[in-house]
């Protein structure tokens, strides 16, 4: 299978042998502990990651059985757990388009949605929302999902039936990856895509309407169209945000545009007289938007050595200020 069927283009050609690489050009298609398996024009073939950081969708040099270099990505689909850690982990590199999958038979959390949209844009790839499994549905969830989502094309599918399918696929190029929690249909959608069961789907239960996790790695397959293919994730059961400013900014455009006419320019949205976004928008929209953005600022400055060191310099000198003036309110008047 020739190279240009995983997407190996005159750009990707053009930076191989600007490097003056010694080994051959390949993409990491599935990546193991220790290994990965990568496809050159000799076919795919599992070799050691070595000391590179390698992710599924990378473009690498292998040499004969180790991963020799990482080329630059152009893209990564990039999540912080939304815990108190907020480890950072690549989901996906060199993606042009982001699939949200998002479940239309189960109860619909639009800030969870929210999220993924971020998570989406902050990739640089063009983010998709794909209502799965709306021949299940009882009601159609697009007004709400289109909402929680401004200038994202929100297409409503049926793997199963093949409803919207056509319409779907029309908007996706390059490298594709499938992202949302587990149960939402991605594998399913995955194989239709790919036209054959090539990935591991399984079966949501009844009882909480949750899906068991089936695909264990990401796995990177072509399509039937030439230099396209799909990036299958494991469901995710919490996404954080991180150093998603602009990520944030495209998925709460309608806050940030309408923030512009608040009557003061530092509102905050909260209880300020004259608050266009409040007048405007969904309290919940706005609350999420608030939350992400702490939870932004807060995993960004935990990653970010300067921002971090700005920070603590900061504190600092708040601390030598409140000492200052405590001292000058105890130290003892002079007589005359």
């Not at 290994?35 to 599924?56: L, P």
């Not at 939304?82 to 982001?98: C, E, R, Y």
Request: aromatic share 6%; hydrophobic share 35%.
């Amino acid at each position: 299978m020739s190279l240009s069927t995983y997407g190996f283009d005159s750009y990707w050609q053009s930076l191989f042998e600007k490097h003056g690489f010694d080994g051959l050009p390949g993409r990491v298609t599935s990546v193991f502990r220790g290994w990965c398996d990568v496809a050159t024009e000799s076919g795919t073939t599992r070799v050691r990651s070595g000391s590179a950081d390698v992710c599924t969708g990378d473009w690498v040099v292998v040499g004969t059985d180790t991963v020799l270099h990482v080329l630059p990505r152009r893209t990564a689909v990039v999540r912080s757990s939304a815990g108190q850690t907020s480890a950072s982990q690549i989901l996906a590199s060199n993606v042009d388009t982001v699939v949200v999958t998002v479940a239309a038979d189960t109860e619909l959390d639009l800030g969870r949605v929210e999220r993924f949209v971020a998570l989406a844009w902050a990739s640089g790839a063009t983010p998709i929302v794909a209502l799965t499994k709306s021949d299940k549905a009882s009601e159609s969830r697009y007004a709400d999902v289109s909402a929680a989502s401004p200038g994202v094309h929100v297409a409503e599918l049926s793997a199963h039936t093949g409803n919207g399918l056509a319409e779907f696929l029309t908007h996706l190029t390059g490298t594709i990856a499938l992202i949302g929690p587990s149960g939402s249909g991605k594998s399913t959608l995955a194989n239709r895509m790919i036209g054959d069961d090539v990935l591991a789907t399984g079966h949501v239960r009844s009882g909480d309407a949750k899906g068991r996790h089936v695909t264990v790695r990401r796995e990177l397959v072509p399509l039937p169209i030439p230099g396209t293919t799909v990036i299958d994730t494991p469901g995710l059961r919490s996404v954080g945000v991180l150093s998603s400013d602009d990520g944030l900014s495209a998925t709460f455009s309608d806050i940030e545009d309408l923030a512009a006419h608040c009557r003061f320019a530092d509102c905050a949205h909260l209880s300020e007289p004259g608050c266009a976004v409040r007048e405007n928008v969904d309290p919940r929209r706005v609350a999420n938007y608030q939350r992400l953005v702490r939870e932004n600022d807060w995993a960004t400055t935990r990653h970010d050595v300067r921002a971090n060191q700005a920070r603590l310099a900061e504190a600092k000198q708040i601390a030598k200020a409140q000492r200052q003036l405590y001292n000058s309110r105890n130290r003892p008047r002079q007589s005359r």
